[in-house]
């Protein structure tokens, strides 16, 4: 008897039979050719019923769109608040007197905590080997004016001047505030690109004198436009020295906001620890006792936002849970009808040669490709909605790729799955009572 050799085998293949070899070959065109054969079938099924399968198909639609246009809220939204919300810098994090606040209770208790002071802040800064620089700011708000234009409710700021730095705030105008603009309590300004639009529309700003509260300040610089969060401006501020706001703004329940700067992100959690230490030492607090202020940083604030909107995910997948199931319901009981209709065809099918896995991966191929053809309905429209949403809204949307593979994967799965009684039934037909049913 001949051999043939294997490719990929090595010397081994010369020793296999022809005749294996070509048995396998006919396996394996045997079975594209079923798969192709079935395939076919099932679609020439879904073509002759058209209103039919579409009917069919709603809860899976409707599940698949659901699941589509929630993740993507949902990814939009995590993505603007990083950018927008959460992002505090480069390898940044905050020291304040609060932190996070989520209940009404951890509010009060936290009404009691000593009020984040200059001393702290220097004794920090001086101290600190794991932070590469720090900057504290205090903020109030007030109405500003420019000649006869008033502007209300402007967020007045006293920074240090490296604030601007570790937030990456360049001036589009003119210049950021110095360390000379801090010793000397000068009455200078930068200011955001809303006091440009309300006030200097066609006028150079740079020099002018602009007043808010019963206090002047002489522009040197423009900040490059921040954009908006939720609606908000953030661009509608005037930064002046820290100093300054002390000497002029300043109350007895101030509490400064410091931002810190690591070496690396790696060294954050490092840092974090450091300034933690160095406060619990400088305020006395027992080693069982919390802290008596708050440590945020990108991770804790979208650790946060997380927990809310996984409430909305979950709905979300309750939703899509509750479609997906009366969608394979319906296709169960869509595929048992069109197993009786069919009765005749099986008998000659099962008469032909067919056996009962042919009969099975007949019906369950056929139910899983209905139910792939409503994941794609699903998707399509999901991202028309997307589409709609983005145009018609603020709302921020981005549809991940993995909610589409994800969303194709389980409808196809649950038509499959929904499929295996009816094709069980259908391959359990007697083939002689099957060719007596009428056509």
Do not use: C
């Not at 099932?42 to 698949?64: E, M, N, P, Q, Y």
């Amino acid at each position: 008897m001949g051999v043939a050799p294997i490719e990929g085998l090595g010397g081994l293949g010369r020793f296999l039979p022809r005749a294996s070899v070509n048995s396998r070959t006919k396996d394996l065109r045997g079975t594209l050719v079923t798969v192709i054969e079935t395939l076919k079938l099932a679609l020439d099924a879904l073509r002759a019923h058209k209103l039919r399968s579409f009917l069919t198909l709603l809860g899976v639609i409707l599940a698949v769109t659901t699941l589509i246009a929630v993740m993507s809220v949902v990814a939009g939204m995590n993505f603007y608040v990083a950018d927008k919300v959460a992002n505090l810098g480069a390898n940044v994090y905050v020291v304040d007197r609060f932190g996070i606040i989520t209940s009404d209770d951890e509010w009060v208790k936290a009404q009691k905590r000593p009020l984040i002071t200059n001393e702290e802040f220097q004794e920090l800064k001086t101290e600190m080997r794991t932070a590469t620089q720090l900057a504290a700011l205090l903020d109030s708000n007030s109405d500003v004016r420019y000649g006869n234009d008033l502007l209300e409710n402007v967020t007045i700021t006293g920074i240090t001047p490296n604030y601007t730095e570790i937030r990456s705030l360049n001036a589009a105008l003119g210049r950021n505030l110095t360390e000379a603009d801090e010793t000397h309590h000068s009455p200078v300004a930068v200011i955001g690109t809303d006091l440009v639009k309300k006030f200097f529309s066609n006028v150079d700003p740079i020099g002018k004198t602009i007043r808010a509260g019963t206090h002047s300040y002489q522009v040197v610089g423009v900040t490059e436009t921040i954009g908006s969060a939720f609606g908000q401006s953030r661009d509608n501020f005037i930064f002046i020295p820290l100093g300054t706001y002390m000497k002029e703004w300043g109350t007895q329940r101030d509490s400064l906001l410091i931002f810190v700067q690591a070496g690396a992100a790696e060294m954050i959690p490092a840092s974090e620890d450091e300034a933690r230490m160095l406060l619990r030492a400088r305020r006395h607090v027992p080693f069982s006792a919390k802290d008596n202020f708050g440590i945020l940083g990108s991770d804790s604030i979208m650790a946060l936002w997380n927990s809310i909107t996984g409430s909305l995910a979950n709905v979300a997948v309750g939703l899509t849970a509750v479609f997906l199931v009366v969608g394979g319901i319906v296709i169960m009981n869509i595929m048992l009808a069109s197993v009786t209709e069919r009765t005749r065809e099986i008998g000659i099918r099962r008469a032909l040669g067919a056996r009962k896995k042919h009969i099975i991966l007949q019906f369950m191929t056929e139910s899983a490709l209905l139910a792939a053809v409503g994941g794609v309905l699903g998707i399509t429209l999901a991202y028309s909605i997307v589409a709609l949403g983005r145009a018609l809204t603020s709302i921020p949307m981005r549809t991940p790729i993995s909610a589409v593979i994800i969303s194709l994967a389980v409808s196809t799965g649950v038509g499959f799955f929904f499929g295996i009684y009816p094709a069980t039934r259908a391959a359990k037909l007697d083939p002689i009572e099957a060719l007596r049913a009428d056509g």
